[in-house]
């Protein structure tokens, strides 16, 4: 079992920043990918940014270029560095985590972006 929560989310200025954090309750050298979404009013689900254990990382369209997803294993947390926020990113963002055959999610965090 694996328990993620995410904190950093708030409301910011278009063009601003923030860094969103996911805590594990286990050492996250031990998941092999982690995951950011985010989830719109209104709108499905949809991948952010992914890394592996090894590093390798992919990004959605939309935020290539201007997002970040980084892992910190000794401190078991996974990091999402937000640049040049536009008000199109709002909305809750979740960690997920596959771990032994099984995808874990945490309970959002939510992110506004005023115009």
């Known amino acids: 079992q694996v328990q993620l929560v995410e904190s950093g989310g708030g409301l910011v200025q278009a063009g601003g920043s923030l860094r969103l954090s996911c805590a594990a309750s286990r050492t996250i050298s031990s998941i092999s990918d982690m995951y950011w979404y985010r989830q719109a009013p209104g709108k499905q689900r949809e991948l952010v940014a992914r890394i592996t254990n090894d590093g390798t990382t992919n990004y959605g369209h939309s935020v290539n270029g201007r997002f970040t997803i980084s892992r910190g294993n000794a401190e078991n947390t996974m990091y999402l560095q937000m640049n040049s926020l536009k008000p199109e990113d709002t909305g809750v963002y979740y960690c997920?985590?596959?771990?032994?055959?099984?995808?874990?999610w945490g309970q959002g965090t939510q992110v506004t972006v005023s115009s």
């Open positions: 997920r985590a596959w771990f032994l055959g099984n995808f874990y």
